[in-house]
């Protein structure tokens, strides 16, 4: 049996401004299919309100109440949707259903040579355009000379496959130019190979200090620092309602990315959600019901797997990411750690806010480096930002870390 092609994801748009969208996914289902989704939402910039999941294992019906914005691009947001769902296929059509048997290919590597005339909130103007074009940063390199000027090395794969093409790249050439103007000097793309990712890349081990300054609640039930949301994050687990499920309820203050930070964390745990229910509530409280199985299709009853599974959901409702700013001898630095899904994959936007936050604080960036570090048992996404100190020496460090942390988290 097959589906039509357009019925795997239908999207009913608001008819009246603040009101919600209402976006159903009706596919074979996956394990991780709804850390997917939600990923993609948060991409582009959909706040998810309500939701509902129900499968029987081989088959999901999923169903987002979302707020929009009003440059949201629709028709582009159910291109990737329908692509995330392991039943699609353009092929004559007609969607069937057909096994994940081989991992998807990597995708192609590029640099991005930009070097320019400095100004305030240049950096985040171009992460702008690169993020509009689906041009995901995997790794960026920027430094400022003592002229002015700024040599910045963005290391991006291409959503759409392109960019290898002349077209692409004059697309992104234009749209950069569009918004620099006269502050560009140089631009240049090309196809890297492993060779030059592998010698870019980070040291898996960061210095102990910034581990030190970044992780030193990752054991702990205190608050960050800057944090303005509720210690009051319950997760409950009970199985005396199913003969074959584990229940699991939450109760928590609302911040962006939440539902995509509950299913990643499943998904890290290979667990299977049967049926599930999200909602906001007044004063931005959210309530949720998982219904969930391990991947031998047994409920969780083991009480070491039950509190490991609890803690770890409490502790990336808690703090998401971290962020800490720091002093560096005379410097100052803005350090910001995304955990990475086993699947490799990182939380979208981070770089995007972090760089909108300080252009909002009117901050000079000197030096920005992304790079992917091994830190206990999990990856890490690291963010080393080195902020231009003369621009901010009027600026507590803590109103830093707490812009910051309020644009990641949605609270801004």
Same mark, same amino acid.
């Given at each position: ?255 962006? &990315? ?38 031998? &299709? ?115």
């Amino acid at each position: 049996m097959g589906i039509l092609h357009d019925d795997v994801v239908i999207i009913r748009q608001a008819d009246r401004e603040g009101e919600p969208s209402v976006i159903t996914v009706n596919c074979p289902d996956k394990t991780g299919l709804g850390c997917d989704l939600c990923r993609i939402l948060l991409f582009f910039g959909l706040n998810i309100v309500r939701g509902d999941v129900s499968t029987d294992g081989k088959w999901c019906y999923i169903v987002f109440w979302v707020v929009c914005k009003a440059t949201t691009r629709w028709e582009l947001l159910k291109k990737r949707l329908v692509g995330a769902c392991p039943s699609c296929s353009s092929a004559s059509g007609i969607s069937y259903y057909r096994s994940e048997l081989q991992s998807p290919r990597p995708p192609d590597v590029f640099l991005l040579k930009l070097c320019c005339y400095d100004r305030k909130g240049l950096l985040h103007d171009v992460t702008e355009v690169l993020c509009s074009l689906e041009l995901n940063i995997k790794k960026v390199k920027v430094s400022t000379t003592p002229n002015g000027t700024v040599m910045d090395l963005f290391f991006i794969t291409d959503t759409r496959e392109l960019l290898h093409t002349k077209n692409r790249q004059e697309e992104t050439y234009k749209a950069l130019e569009d918004v620099m103007q006269d502050a560009m000097i140089s631009f240049n793309v090309e196809k890297v190979g492993p060779e030059i990712t592998a010698c870019s890349q980070a040291s898996p081990i960061l210095p102990p200090a910034i581990t030190e300054d970044v992780f030193n609640i990752e054991t702990s039930n205190e608050l960050p620092s800057v944090s303005l949301s509720s210690n009051n994050i319950c997760v409950t687990m009970d199985n005396s309602l199913s003969p074959a499920h584990t229940l699991v309820q939450i109760i928590c203050q609302d911040h962006k &990315g939440l539902l995509y930070d509950i299913m990643r964390t499943l998904k890290d745990y290979n667990i299977q959600i049967s049926y599930g229910r999200y909602y906001i509530k007044q004063g931005q409280k959210c309530e949720i019901d998982l219904f969930i199985m391990q991947a031998d &299709g047994k409920k969780i009853v083991d009480p070491s797997k039950q509190s490991a599974l609890s803690s770890r959901l409490k502790m990336e409702l808690l703090q998401p990411l971290r962020v800490a700013v720091v002093s560096r001898g005379p410097d100052t630095e803005l350090l910001v750690a995304n955990p990475v899904e086993l699947s490799s994959k990182g939380r979208p936007l981070v770089f995007y806010d972090i760089t909108l936050s300080l252009k909002m604080l009117n901050t000079c960036i000197f030096s920005a480096e992304i790079g992917r570090h091994m830190i206990g048992d999990r990856e890490w996404e690291v963010y080393r930002v080195l902020l231009d100190e003369g621009a901010t020496s009027s600026i507590p460090r803590l109103k830093v870390e707490e812009e910051v942390w309020k644009r990641l988290m949605g609270w801004e």
